[in-house]
């Protein structure tokens, strides 16, 4: 029954791996994207902050209602939007995608002013009358409680057939004041107006309702929560629970101006980057056949289907596709080629080094050799993009969900799909001719390997001296230097102008790239109309930026010239910081459960230095550090963490087998072994940003630049950093990389099986 049992799994391999394929294809062919404003345009409002009654519309106030707006477009759906303020009480919005901008002008716009009042039956001095929900005018009392005591607002249907409703939970005391409002209403006999109790927003009534005959006297509704009913459509239901949950504004906005924006970014660099992928990939392609042969073949084909099935994915949730966003798929696709390396370098280190045997054995030992691996880099990352995705907003927020998505992809493509493939092919022809499938040469890197001694760490100071003299250079650039941080960190200004002939926006982005501002984001703003967004400039240079165009579009008439902040603000940084300081914490917990605290530890060593050489070397090129140059940054990140994952769990490996063997040599013996692994998907990986780096231009360049620079890190920090912090708090405090218990390998059995 053993095989019969294998047979089985193969089978729901292929069946799930033909159901997925069949999705992708049919979300290909008929879902269109969600391309962000960099690569499509799209909605663009300003709105300036009014004086109220209390509050005086100044540049703190403005701060405020910005964020309390980017709550609500986050709430829309609206992935990647750029939000800034504009001098002292304007914020302009613009919103990638959006297929209704009435909606989202109604939504954003309204101040949401949500109040809770008594209704009275006669007036009173502190009354005002207002219509409810049917028309009909109630007088009401003083608010009782205010939206700020909302905990959390959600829209559903309503049970008893009344369409939708909206339900509410209070926080704190607001709880108690609505069982004294309701409480109170309660003590008026059934059908007299003062029983009602009126939540309004924005100075309109929405709900009204008699509180039931049920509800005791002076007691009132316990439990913390109410639901406000109103025959609402689906969409209204959405949205009040949406402005309730964003809250309110601190003070009134008025829509001055909603136009529709052209792409950030011009078609040239779009299919430079196309190109530029494409190359790298067929480049990848090429090298995994030179060194797998059929192997490699296989690898090619799970590496297509893994840019479709990934690609269907983030058209079947909706994810809008930015290049902050496409990093996180970027980093997936490099984790896609290192799990199928894994497995490769593991079914030839089984055929040729330990074992030998069948090639369809020695591939099946392969997964089951490379599986904790795979499963433990891919977990680390998920749990990092899962916390960027729920705490983060803005672009550190569309890294997480693509990345997370990839993540997920990658795992279903090494594990099933690529299984299925292996198990398919080397059989046969393949398995009475094995050197066809690539997998029983031990490669030059390999053998060049087995000639080292792994007693290469038998000194981890000296190691972590010279890592510590590169990164004291790298952060002196910091400080001598200077980081030079993009628009969306420092603001900068907008300058609009209206020109005489309609011009092609490419000739002007050229244009004022040639006048010294490569990195200025031109716009088509009308059909004769030009906005150029910068860093901090003067007025010779806004000068200069004017000749430029008019070089191109003939005569350029300046219509709008503003100061515009941050649109990464302190909000949105500091949300970043926390989601990235709890993502590597749970990396941490999860490393120290898997492996060991101290093998965590020194993985979270290695990561620290590589994003401080990072920035350091970016700092003395002084290269700008902008919201691209944090998806890259977030990229490294997930690369280091992998590579350390990778070697550690191989260190927990040997241990496992060599238990009286020194902790250096045993870190030594692995860094070895996994080392055709990681020259491997380094090359792989560096086809692709090499052909970035080369090809592309601006931000796309130095996303390539970071993302190399990174790679390189990343691979020599695990060696120089994670390994020796491993082994200094190994002889500090003894039994790092202690291996788990696994399962009887008498009872492990390959897809044929066959005991393994």
């Given amino acids: 029954m053993p095989r019969e049992t294998a047979r089985r799994g193969m089978t729901g391999r292929a069946v799930v791996s033909l159901v997925v394929l069949a999705a992708t294809v049919y979300l290909l062919l008929t879902t269109a994207p969600r391309l962000g404003l960099d690569l499509r345009g799209g909605t663009q409002i300003v709105l300036e902050t009014k004086d109220s009654p209390t509050v005086t519309a100044d540049a703190e106030t403005t701060d405020r209602t910005l964020e309390v707006l980017r709550r609500r477009v986050d709430a829309l759906g609206v992935a990647e939007p750029m939000l800034a303020r504009s001098g002292d009480n304007r914020i302009i919005v613009e919103l990638p995608g959006v297929r209704d901008p009435r909606e989202a002008v109604e939504v954003i716009g309204r101040t949401a002013q949500l109040s809770f009042h008594p209704v009275l039956a006669t007036g009173a001095a502190d009354s005002r009358v207002l219509n409810d929900e049917s028309g009909q005018p109630i007088t009401l009392g003083p608010a009782a409680l205010t939206g700020e005591g909302v905990d959390e607002a959600r829209s559903s249907i309503d049970s008893q057939g009344g369409g939708w409703l909206v339900s509410v939970d209070f926080k704190g005391d607001s709880g ?263 997998l029983t040469h031990e490669g030059r890197v390999r053998q060049w390997v087995n000639r080292r001694d792994p007693e290469f760490l038998g000194k981890p100071k000296r190691w972590l001296m010279v890592a510590g003299a590169v990164v004291i250079a790298a952060i002196a650039g910091l400080f001598v230097a200077g980081p030079n941080l993009g628009v969306e960190f420092t603001g900068g200004r907008v300058v609009e102008y209206s020109t005489s002939a309609p011009a092609d926006v490419e000739w002007v982005r050229d244009a004022v790239s040639d006048a010294g501002f490569p990195r200025a984001v031109v716009q088509m703003s009308g059909e004769k109309d030009i906005s150029v967004r910068t860093e901090p400039i003067d007025e010779d240079a806004t000068e200069r930026i004017r000749t430029a165009v008019a070089g191109v579009a003939g005569d350029a008439t300046e219509i709008r010239d503003e100061k515009i902040g941050p649109s990464l603000g302190a909000e949105l940084r500091t949300k970043a910081v926390i989601a990235l300081g709890l993502a590597v914490l749970a990396q941490l917990i999860y490393l120290a459960v898997r492996f060991d605290w101290r093998l965590g530890l020194a993985t979270v060593a290695a990561l620290a230095q590589d994003v401080l050489i990072i920035l350091g070397i970016f700092a003395w090129l002084g290269k700008s550090m902008d919201g691209v140059f944090l998806a890259a940054l977030l990229t490294v990140i997930g690369y280091s963490v992998n590579d350390s994952v990778v070697v550690f769990d191989r260190v927990r490996e040997v241990r496992g087998q060599r238990r009286k063997e020194p902790f250096p040599r045993v870190v030594g013996t692995a860094v070895l072994q996994t080392l055709p692994r990681t020259i491997n998907t380094g090359i792989g990986v560096l086809f692709v940003l090499g052909a970035l780096l080369v090809l592309g231009d601006g931000s796309l360049a130095d996303f390539a630049l970071a993302l190399l620079l990174g790679l390189v890190a990343g691979t020599v920090s695990t060696v120089a950093t994670a390994g020796p912090v491993a082994i200094l708090l190994d002889k500090r405090w003894p039994g790092a990389g202690r291996p788990i218990r696994k399962t009887n390998p008498t009872r492990q059995r390959d897809d044929n099986g066959a005991v393994v």
């Fill in 176 to 438: 108690r004041a609505w069982e004294r409002l309701t409480g109170q209403a309660a003590c008026s006999p059934p059908g007299d107006p003062a029983r009602r109790v009126a939540i309004a927003l924005d100075d309109k009534v929405i709900s009204s309702p008699q509180v039931s005959p049920q509800v005791a006297c002076g007691v009132g509704i316990v439990g913390g929560s109410t639901q406000i009913t109103g025959r609402f459509s689906p969409a209204e239901a959405k949205d009040l629970a949406l402005l309730i949950n964003a809250g309110a504004l601190p003070t009134p906005v008025e829509i001055i101006e909603q136009r529709t924006v052209g792409p950030t970014l011009g078609a040239a660099a779009i299919d430079a980057s196309a190109r530029a992928a494409v190359i790298g990939l067929a480049l990848t392609a090429l090298f995994l056949l030179a060194v797998y042969r059929l192997a490699g073949l296989i690898a090619v084909g799970a590496l297509v289907a893994y840019a479709g099935v990934s690609y269907a994915a983030l058209l079947a949730v909706g994810a809008t596709l930015t290049l902050p966003g496409l990093a996180g798929f970027v980093l997936a696709i490099g984790m896609a080629v290192d799990a199928t390396v894994l497995v490769f370098e593991r079914a030839r280190e089984e055929h040729s080094v330990k074992r030998g045997g069948s090639l369809p054995r020695s591939v099946s030992r392969g997964f089951s050799g490379a599986l904790s691996a795979i499963v433990d880099s891919n977990v680390t990352t998920l749990l990092a993009a899962g916390l960027l995705f729920w705490l983060a907003s803005g672009p550190v927020r569309g890294f997480g969900v693509t990345l997370s998505i990839g993540v997920v992809v990658a795992l279903f493509i090494s594990l099933v799909l690529t299984r299925l493939l292996l198990h398919l092919t080397m059989r046969g022809v393949v398995a009475r001719k094995p050197r066809l499938s690539g």
